[in-house]
């Protein structure tokens, strides 16, 4: 792959032990505070245990509002219903993308009740414009999302956005099954063997961060080092190197256009003002929510 205008380590973010839903467990890598955040991006959630009490209380009936939501499996069995009738069953390797916009009300709920589960949920933003559009929702099957070979001991499952091979697989592109949102999303899992080296491309255009949930691992031409499981801010730039730890790594790389607009939150609603949030609660209590 060619070089690319490097970008650095800007910042880390350390996860903090946090509980969601009905007591779930969980590090909460980004969006911990207002100031935690990067714009797309409002919070990385990751659950992992092999405890069933940590888990088994799951996610029981909840609403959003204003942004989109992004789990990714695994580990484990998640069922998803919502309001508006769909039903999804989130197993390793899955990816579910729901767009809240203007309103749903949904369940996410474990299917096991002993064993792993571990996983990722993450809060992508919406413009102003596009926080009252109706609500979307898709699931991705894992055989869906390509995953490539791009150096000699590291392969890419790509969510969204796109990625050249190298090795065995130079010459070809994978392409993520999500595409065509304003905030132009990457959603990349990188699989280092120890020592691998890449360099992944970012456009100049998008913020970026990256998660090591496994292993170790060092960016940029400096070769800084990123705490497991902490969000390594990136600066700017047209790409990042990546070079895995003695133990290999496994991470994620996020990035997306900023939105550049207030952001207002109140728990699960998000959006630009403090009166649209006294109107999501509303409509919530009277029901208009959930109506759509």
């Known amino acids: 792959m060619t070089a690319l205008a490097t970008r650095s380590l800007f ?20 969006g911990s505070t207002q100031t935690m955040r990067h714009d797309p991006f409002l919070m990385l959630d990751e659950f992992f245990s092999d405890n069933p009490e940590d888990y088994l209380a799951g996610f029981p009936s909840h609403p959003h509002r204003g942004f989109e939501t992004v789990t990714y499996m695994l580990d484990g069995h998640m069922r998803h219903e919502d309001n508006h009738g ?9 990816v579910q993308w729901m767009t809240a916009a203007r309103g749903i009300i949904h369940s996410e709920m474990p299917q096991q009740s002993e064993g792993r589960m571990r ?18 929702y898709r699931d991705i099957p894992s055989a869906q999302i390509p ?5 000699p001991g590291a392969k890419a499952k790509v969510i969204a956005g796109v990625i050249e091979g190298g090795g065995k697989d130079a010459g070809k592109k994978a392409i993520g099954p999500i595409g065509g949102l304003s905030t132009d999303p990457r959603y990349i899992d990188f699989h280092l063997d120890a020592g691998a080296v890449v360099d992944a491309p970012v456009p100049a255009s998008h913020n970026a961060f990256v998660y090591v949930y496994d292993g170790d691992a060092l960016l940029g031409e400096k070769r800084q080092p990123v705490p497991n499981r902490a969000a390594g801010i990136l600066s700017d730039g047209e790409g990042v190197r990546i070079e895995a730890g003695a133990s290999g790594a ?14 207002v939150q109140y728990g699960p609603f998000v959006m630009n003002t403090r009166a649209e949030i006294e109107q999501a609660v509303a409509d919530y209590q009277s029901g208009a929510l959930a109506r759509g």
């Open 250 to 263: 496994r991470l994620l790389l996020l990035a997306g256009i900023a939105i550049n607009e207030p952001i």
């Open 119 to 136: 996983g990722f949920q993450l809060w992508l933003n919406l413009p102003g414009r596009e926080k009252m559009k109706p609500a979307a």
């Open 147 to 151: 995953v490539i070979e791009i150096a």
């Open 86 to 94: 769909n039903q999804g069953d989130l197993g390793p390797g899955d």
């Open 11 to 30: 910042r880390v973010i350390p996860s903090v032990a946090a509980s969601d839903g009905a007591g779930v467990k969980l590090r909460r890598g980004l």
